[in-house]
């Protein structure tokens, strides 16, 4: 009989402390959910409240969980320059799962997505509009990584400057030119424009130097001049050889090419120079004049006849 009345008495405080918690603890925290902003569009309540909040919180920190991992899944066998390429494509794919998650997140705490929408067409257009250009680089850095056009220490002509490419983002591309300036390209250039790249096959580049001399000259001593001084120089490959070409008959002198191959097409302003130097001084001791251009001017006079 005592036993019985002493379950009871316990059964009747645990209902009570049940009830308290139930009443107080998890009522407190279900009003501290429910704070907000309560208002009307039309006739749709909306609210955005603790909870809405918090549950979006939630989202982004499993969201950004579950991609961290996706990411370094698929890096894992990749190397430096393509995980490099892959986390700047991954960035953009990142922002747009953030906004789908907020987008389901809202729509699953019960808020009306669409009504948000609508209200917001008209921001979301001269956003649009505001931001095109933004969206075409980013486009563009896209096609870069994945079509591999462009990597970092290609060297690259661009609106008449020459540069190489030490950095490439979603938006942007980075080259320094031969000046030692840093040269910002907005990535759609490279989709729109025409772009030289000078390595996008190989890092051997054909160049050449171009040299008149004076008609009577030695073709042949001149020839054997040009391989010499570009077979001496250093940056000229051994292979393939230097050639020389008898370009053309020009007005005041033969025209002669003398070209050969570099690795490095960054500083054939530097080797273009070199040789010429070699030229010049080579055709002096050989007596082979440049000539410069020379026009005759002819004076006639006339007899006027006294009146």
Same mark, same amino acid.
């Given at each position: ?33 429910e ?39 698929? #890096? !894992?066998?990749m ?8 986390k700047?494509?991954?960035? *953009? %794919?990142?922002? =747009? $799962? &953030? ?25 979301f ?36 400057k ?6 490439i983002?979603?938006r942007? #591309? !980075? ?8 040269i ?5 250039? *490279? %989709?729109?424009? =025409? $772009? &030289? ?24 001593l ?17 292979t ?16 002669f ?8 097409s ?5 080797i273009?120079?070199e ?17 410069f251009?020379?026009r ?12």
């Amino acid at each position: 009989m005592i036993q019985d009345e002493v379950k009871e008495t316990v059964k009747e405080s645990a209902e009570k402390v049940k009830d308290v918690l139930e009443e107080n603890i998890w009522g407190t925290i279900q009003d501290f959910l429910e704070l907000g902003i309560h208002f009307k569009t039309g006739n749709t309540p909306i609210d955005f409240t603790v909870g809405h909040l918090l549950l979006v919180v939630l989202s982004f920190i499993v969201a950004t969980a579950a991609l961290r991992l996706i990411r370094s899944l698929i #890096t !894992r066998k990749m190397d430096l320059e393509n995980e490099l390429k892959f986390k700047s494509i991954f960035k *953009f %794919i990142r922002y =747009i $799962v &953030y906004v789908i998650v907020v987008v389901i997140t809202l729509s699953a705490s019960g808020i009306d997505v669409t009504v948000l929408l609508t209200a917001s067409a008209a921001l979301f257009v001269g956003l649009g509009l505001a931001l095109q250009d933004l969206f075409t680089d980013i486009i563009g850095g896209i096609f870069i990584m994945i079509d591999k056009s462009l990597s970092v220490g290609d060297v690259v002509e661009i609106d008449g400057k020459v540069g190489r490419i030490f950095e490439i983002k979603l938006r942007t #591309t !980075r080259a320094l030119t031969r000046d030692d300036k840093v040269i910002i390209v907005p990535n759609h250039h *490279f %989709i729109s424009d =025409i $772009v &030289y790249n000078y390595t996008q096959n190989h890092r051997t580049t054909r160049e050449t130097v171009k040299v008149g001399v004076a008609y009577g000259s030695d073709t042949n001593l001149v020839r054997k001049i040009l391989l010499e001084c570009a077979g001496q120089q250093n940056g000229v490959l051994k292979t393939p050889k230097p050639t020389v070409l008898f370009e053309d008959f020009g007005d005041s002198a033969l025209m002669f090419g003398v070209y050969f191959f570099i690795n490095d097409s960054f500083s054939d302003p530097r080797i273009k120079s070199e040789i010429r130097f070699r030229i010049d001084q080579e055709f002096r001791k050989n007596n082979i004049t440049i000539p410069f251009p020379q026009r005759d001017v002819h004076f006639y006079r006339t007899n006027s006849s006294d009146s």
